[in-house]
């Protein structure tokens, strides 16, 4: 009989068409007619039952990459997997036809088997060809550092990621690359050479962090063009973090290590700044004075802490070195206690004039230019002659006067001396201030006359002064009755009377 649907012959007894696979008819058919050999259905041919050829498919180009072996491994198990359930799908479709009577399965069960296998087959080089994905998040920390208000976000990428980048990479001349290798370079230093400048990020914000605030981390990755020629695609995505664990920041007032006075007279001041605490916070910064000289009473002046740098390096800097930043780096002051320029000799006094004698003994000392078989006993202050002019406008001079005394030794003969004499100090504008105090513009000098001294042991000594206290008034008073009658000055003395 024949299929009723193609026309194909039915062999008696066979349930199934085997040219179309349609059921054949109940009913019994006259007896089939001689069928012309080109007639015959192609199944007459023997046909494997698990290797048919498959639809010629279009193969893929091959890539110019590095086979992955791992990929090659993986794709060879799946296309046998394919075959096997190609196997399978045709051992079922023979036993169905067995069960009609026929032992040869119908072709639109190798129709499918040729489908699987193609499948499978492209299957197998999507498998072999496609890019690897690495997530450069999965590598990437977020550090906080420094202070709270202070604190830095620091990104740090893992060395592993660039070993794992390149184990996962295809590319031209891997086999090459990795010949070049050596103990001190290897894969992690080649691909972040390579990729790194395609990997970038933004910090946002990156400093003057406080506990709380949240900080993006914002990826820039040339992803395409890595994939492009390593076979690897680099995945990321944007993150936020929130900082936490900022140490917190003490304070310190820098202007608490330091004392501001003044000197001089009203209009023509002098401010001087001293540091007066010794740590370091105060001490390894300077500080300066929007105005030192020619100062008024009531003027106000502005000191600055650390003038070199900007207040936010300042702050940054106390914050690493020291765990403080600075409550302020400037502050206001106001001019005060400038005096004025003696007027009489009745404001020289041995207190007033402090400050004033004890760099007079200092110049006295620097002159004599002691040897170290002398050594200066005492330095007594004696009193002062006060000059000026009868105005006070041309400033004033004021000589004070001192006894000295000297020890003296032999090292040869162990034997020892003394000697006293008399000197002065000449000190240029000498004023007083609100707290009775005395400032000075210069000091002059000393006398010039020089006094030898024989000792018993007999060795001279030579010194810028007079044997008599007498000797050393009367020069002074000499020169002074000189400049009052030719220069109109005056004058006046701390010795009880007038010239």
């Not at 900022?246 to 501001?260: A, V």
């Not at 002046?301 to 070195?321: F, G, Q, R, W």
């Not at 009868?390 to 032999?410: H, R």
């Not at 000697?419 to 000449?426: H, L, S």
Request: charged letters at 30%.
């Amino acid at each position: 009989m024949f299929c009723v649907k193609c026309g194909k012959e039915i062999m008696p007894g066979a349930k199934f068409c085997t040219g179309c696979g349609a059921p054949a008819p109940a009913a019994e058919q006259p007896a089939p007619q001689p069928i012309p050999p080109v007639q015959q259905a192609p199944v007459e041919q023997p046909v494997p039952p698990v290797q048919p050829q498959p639809t010629p498919v279009p193969q893929p180009q091959p890539m110019p990459q590095q086979v992955d072996v791992k990929a090659a491994k993986k794709a060879a198990k799946e296309a046998k997997k394919a075959e096997k359930r190609a196997a399978k799908a045709a051992k079922k479709a023979a036993k169905a036809n067995n069960e009609g009577g026929s032992k040869k399965p119908p072709v639109f069960v190798w129709i499918i088997i040729a489908v699987l296998v193609v499948a499978a087959a492209v299957a197998a080089v999507f498998v072999l060809h496609r890019s690897k994905t690495i997530n450069v998040n999965d590598y990437m920390t977020v550090e906080f550092t420094g202070y709270d208000s202070m604190g830095k976000a620091e990104v740090t990428i893992d060395e592993s990621f660039w070993e794992d980048l390149y184990n996962k990479s295809r590319f031209e001349d891997k086999s090459k690359v990795k010949k070049s290798f050596t103990s001190h370079y290897g894969p992690a230093d080649y691909m972040e050479e390579a990729v790194g400048k395609k990997i970038s990020y933004d910090v946002d914000p990156e400093k003057k962090l406080s506990n709380g605030d949240e900080v993006t981390v914002s990826w820039k990755i040339k992803a395409d063009s890595i994939e492009k020629k390593y076979g690897v695609k680099v995945e990321y995505e944007d993150a936020s973090y929130t900082v936490e664990k900022l140490e917190e920041l003490k304070e310190f007032d820098p202007f608490d290590g330091i004392e501001i006075s003044y000197t001089g007279i009203e209009g023509d001041g002098k401010a001087s700044i001293k540091v007066v605490k010794e740590d370091a916070v105060y001490n390894d910064f300077s500080y300066s004075s929007s105005q030192s000289y020619y100062l008024s009473e009531g003027d106000i002046i502005t000191v600055t802490y650390a003038p070199s740098y900007s207040e936010d390096e300042l702050a940054e800097m106390c914050a690493e070195k020291y765990g403080m930043v600075p409550t302020a780096v400037t502050k206001d002051y106001k001019v005060e206690g400038l005096g004025h320029l003696l007027k009489d000799s009745t404001e020289i006094t041995e207190e007033s004039m402090g400050s004033v004698i004890e760099d007079c003994e200092k110049k006295i000392k620097d002159v004599s230019r002691l040897s170290s078989m002398e050594e200066m006993q005492s330095i007594k202050y004696l009193g002062s002659y006060l000059l000026q002019e009868a105005d006070y406008s041309e400033g004033n001079e004021v000589i004070a006067v001192f006894e000295c005394s000297v020890m003296l030794s032999d090292s040869d003969s162990l034997d020892t001396d003394s000697f006293t004499f008399y000197t002065y100090v000449e000190i240029n504008n000498v004023s007083i201030n609100e707290k009775g105090e005395c400032g000075y513009e210069k000091i002059l000098g000393t006398t010039t006359t020089t006094v030898q001294y024989k000792t018993k042991f007999d060795k001279k000594f030579n010194y810028y002064g007079y044997e008599k206290e007498a000797d050393c008034k009367a020069e002074i008073e000499e020169a002074i009755d000189w400049y009052v009658k030719y220069y109109g000055l005056v004058t006046s003395n701390t010795f009880g009377e007038a010239l």
